[in-house]
């Protein structure tokens, strides 16, 4: 029997995706390196995209002159990110405020829960929570949570000083672009990269506010109408790790169903939370924002998983937060240039990176195809 000959690969082909590689890795080994510094860039860079967003919702949907459009954005995404750190603080706090009672029966009630719990394993004698606490280095603990508030702090410090000049550098942004590509029609398919870079990632930002929106109107109702204590800011925490892909429907659907273990004496509460929340991002998930995405998110689920993975062993919470933002960037950058186009199919969902916006409508069940890569280079 004849072997097949074996696939032959041109030999610039093979130095082309070896240099691609390596150069990936090394961006990875400085963004890394660099994480202090470009953590808040990117958030600042990621505000920057929204407040463009909002800037242009305000030109089209009000009165407000242009010239006054864009402080109003300004003002409206800067309030926005100070009031949820301000309501994650001040609600985490509360756990510990004598007025809410939390804090005071969680020992008793974690001591019952052990109790029962063991007695349904068949243990008899189970350790009290005081000596399960006795066993932890309740100080590190303790230690890193008060680090981690104070860099949040820092962070929010810096992010607004990168916004500022972020905005102040606007101004000069097309002189750039005139002066990287005198060229018109490279100066227009450049363009035209940037203009899907920001509706990519526009569109994941809306599409994760009104989905995050309607599933938090639900979880409101559902935790008021079983008593849950702080209702509302486990809907604002709902609402913000819902832009976490995979760890943020796990912790809105299972975090406010064991702290209300903590809270109530019966478990049928904890239980009502824990398959209705699960119920409510099942729905989500499968049937609504599917049909929102449509061409903005076109990535692969393990694109996805290995985007929060690897952002997030990077620059921590930020970089899950962003992991789908920069995927989909990546993915447009990547599917304009031949030598780099097989990346960015291996980063989508259907194997066609972006579709052309000004093609016809397809029929029922089709996406619309991609356009050829502009470059010839690579």
């Not at 060229?183 to 599409?207: K, L, P």
């Not at 993975?309 to 995927?327: D, E, H, N």
Request: some cysteine; glycine content about 8%.
């Amino acid at each position: 029997m004849t072997m097949k000959p074996p696939i032959t690969v041109p030999t610039s082909t093979v130095a082309r995706n070896a240099l691609v590689a390596i150069a990936i890795v090394a961006v990875g080994a400085a963004a890394y390196w660099l994480s202090d510094i470009l953590t808040p860039l990117a958030m600042a860079i990621f505000l920057l995209i929204m407040i463009d967003g909002v800037k242009r919702t305000i030109e089209a949907r009000t009165r407000i002159p242009h010239r006054f459009a864009g402080a109003a954005a300004l003002i409206v995404v800067v309030m926005l990110f100070f009031a949820s750190i301000a309501i994650i603080v001040n609600g985490a706090s509360s756990f510990f405020a004598d007025a809410t009672g939390v804090w005071a029966r969680m020992g008793p009630r974690l001591d019952r829960i052990v109790l029962d719990a063991s007695h349904m394993v068949g243990i008899e004698s189970a350790p009290t929570a005081a000596e399960l606490m006795n066993q932890l280095d309740m100080r590190s603990y303790l230690t890193s949570t008060a680090m981690q508030a104070q860099g949040t702090l820092t962070g929010a410090f810096f992010v607004m000083v990168y916004l500022a000049f972020l905005l102040a550098s606007q101004a000069g942004f097309r002189r750039k672009i005139v002066g990287m590509f005198p060229d018109r029609t490279a100066r227009n398919e450049a363009m035209e990269v940037f203009q899907r870079v920001r509706g990519g990632v526009e569109g994941y930002i809306w599409v994760q506010a009104v989905t995050g929106a309607m599933i938090c109107a639900a979880a409101w109702v559902l935790m008021r109408a079983v008593g849950l204590q702080n209702a509302e800011f486990w809907t604002f925490v709902i609402f913000i790790v819902g832009f976490i892909p995979v760890l943020g429907g796990a912790v809105a659907g299972l975090v406010p169903p064991l702290f209300a273990l903590v809270q109530f004496q019966t478990y049928w509460q904890a239980g009502v939370l824990l398959v209705g929340l699960q119920a409510i991002l099942f729905i989500s998930g499968n049937f609504i924002q599917p049909r929102m995405q449509g061409e903005n998110q076109n990535i692969d689920p393990v694109v996805v998983l290995l985007s929060l993975a690897f952002w997030g062993k990077l620059w921590g919470v930020v970089g899950m937060f962003l992991s789908t933002p920069l995927a989909v960037m990546a993915m447009a950058i990547l599917a304009e240039f031949k030598g780099s186009r097989w990346m960015a199919i291996l980063l989508s969902g259907d194997g066609e990176p972006y579709a052309e916006h000004d093609e016809p409508a397809p029929a029922k069940g089709k996406r619309r195809r991609v356009n050829p890569p502009h470059s010839e280079g690579g």
